[in-house]
């Protein structure tokens, strides 16, 4: 049988592009590996929003070849946000690969990966690829019980803001709203899949508008909340400049929404707000925030900061810090400004580098006092969250997410991943850190609205208390 790994950089439209092709090459007779070494195809679905991501994809290629050496019947595609930017220059600096496809030529991606099963026998992996160093990394796809629980719906693709220092409009072209029926009918697919929680993606999530039927984000919110067996639902992300006092009420009142709002603040000069053309002022932005804070004062805000942008004195960093110390944010994304290739900024006088790393040090050492804050806020209580699989550093914990995104680590006994058919989990929050909190599981739930049934049975290790799933 064809065997595909799919690997993912970058956001969630990514993800969902990942998702969308994994389903395809699943329906046309694939199996979906979560090892590179053990497939027949390889796709590396890549970012390039800032310098790191696209050396990322480069060395990931660089690895990939070294597994087509040793066996050239593997097919290597590459697709995404870089390789759209440099499907020129691609040709000649990964000759290697058999196919590059750009963000516009996805389902063109999938049509092929149908074309090419039929070309791969039963016979095993060569047995030179499997000797080879493990490659590290991590599959995307179908591989695991619990992935199907959340689903990333695009609901608008591109964007049109140009911020000066953005590659994003270049290669995923202008806005382009999705039709509501599409959006419609990918949840009931993805709901029918196993998805519990539904998040809609998009640039600038909050300016939506069905090219149809002209309706908003907050008509949006409601249709999807209200779609039957659909149990939460999140948004990402959204611009200040869109942002309603309407759609902030409707936030407020819509059900099943998770109580996390993202809203990137990138800087708190206006002069430097100005040169990345944000389309609003710092006074502007704390007016927003605040009045959301009024709709909606359970839920968490978060944002993205960049430093070290052309320009940027050490007044404006101040800036942008004396923001952060008023404790508005529950998470913090910071970056350091990286020059992209086409983007007006990057033709502005630049800063030296080593200034945007040390304000970034300068940066997270407060972002980090802050976020241990709303942690330490939620010890000794109870909450109900969405499973999201066995802990990446230890499998005998479960890890889960909160309505407001803060991840929770809880140990348990047996196999973790029976919990995917009752995936959520009732925990008491017992240590605050800086990555989440750790916790006790008290129980669970098939639905977010059911009663909590026992772990069961209970098996109550008096040495180490713990809950037994076996
Ligand atoms: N559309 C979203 C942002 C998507 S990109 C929004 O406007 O809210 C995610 C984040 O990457 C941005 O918010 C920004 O903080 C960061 N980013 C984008 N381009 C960057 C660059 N050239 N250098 C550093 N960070 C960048
Ligand atoms: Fe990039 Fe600005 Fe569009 Fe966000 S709004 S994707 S930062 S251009
Ligand atoms: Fe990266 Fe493309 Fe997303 S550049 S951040 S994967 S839109």
New binding site residues.
């Given amino acids: 049988m064809a065997s595909l790994y799919v690997e993912t950089h970058g ?1 969630q439209m990514n993800e969902a592009d990942s998702r969308y092709l994994s389903e395809r090459a699943a329906a046309a007779g694939y199996e979906i590996v979560d090892q590179p070494d053990r497939a027949n195809v390889l796709i590396l679905n890549t970012c390039t ?2 310098d790191n991501a696209e050396k990322r994809a480069y060395g990931r290629l660089g690895h990939y070849k070294r597994l087509k050496d040793a066996d050239p019947t593997l097919r290597l595609v590459v697709c995404g946000c870089l390789a759209e930017q440099d499907r020129h220059i691609m040709q000649q600096r990964v000759p290697y690969v058999d196919g590059i496809f750009g963000t516009k030529e996805l389902r063109h991606l999938g049509d092929t990966l149908a074309s090419w099963v039929s070309e791969f026998g039963d016979e095993e992996v060569v047995e030179a690829r499997a000797l080879l160093a493990p490659l590290g990394g991590r599959g995307d796809g179908l591989v695991d019980a619990f992935t199907p629980l959340r689903a990333y719906v695009n609901v608008q693709r591109g ?1 049109s ?1 140009y ?1 000066s ?4 409009p270049q290669v995923r072209g202008r806005f382009d709203h999705r039709l509501l029926t599409e959006i419609d009918d990918e949840i009931r697919a993805r709901v029918a899949g196993g998805a519990r929680e539904i998040t809609l993606v998009g ?2 999530v909050n300016a939506y508008a069905d090219p149809a039927s002209g309706l908003n984000f907050a008509g949006l919110l409601a249709h999807v909340a209200a779609l039957p067996g659909v149990e939460r639902v999140g948004f990402l ?3 200040p400049k869109d942002l309603s006092d309407d759609l902030l009420a409707a936030l407020a009142k819509t059900p099943r929404l998770n109580q996390r709002f ?3 603040m ?1 800087s708190g000069s206006n002069p430097i707000l100005r040169k990345m053309n944000r389309k609003y002022t710092i006074e502007e932005y704390v007016e927003r925030i605040e009045r959301f804070r009024s709709f909606c004062p359970d839920w968490a805000l978060t944002t ?3 430093v070290g942008f052309p320009g940027e004195s050490e007044a404006d960093f101040q800036q942008t810090l004396e923001i952060v110390e008023r404790g508005y944010f529950a998470q913090v ?1 910071a ?6 290739r086409g ?1 007006p ?1 990057a033709k502005m006088e630049q800063l030296d580098p080593a200034i945007g790393a040390e304000r970034l040090t300068r940066l997270m050492e407060v972002v980090n006092r802050h976020v241990q804050a709303y942690h330490a806020r939620k010890v000794g209580t109870v909450v109900r969250a969405l499973a999201q699989g066995p802990s990446r550093k230890d499998p005998q914990r479960i890890s889960v997410k909160t309505s407001d995104n803060v991840t929770i680590v809880a140990p348990v006994h047996g196999d973790v991943s029976r919990l995917a058919s009752t995936p959520w989990l009732d925990l008491r929050i017992d240590a605050a850190h800086i990555w989440g909190c750790s916790g006790t599981v008290l129980g669970m739930a098939e639905r977010v609205d059911a009663e909590r049934q026992a772990v069961a049975p209970m098996v109550i290790d008096l040495l180490a208390p713990q809950v037994a799933l076996a």
């Fill in positions: 956001c929003v800032r964007c803001y911020c220092y953005c590659i994003v640039q600038t992300t959204s611009h993202h809203l990137a990138q993205d900061i960049i994304y970056f350091v400004y990286s020059p992209r983007t900024a």
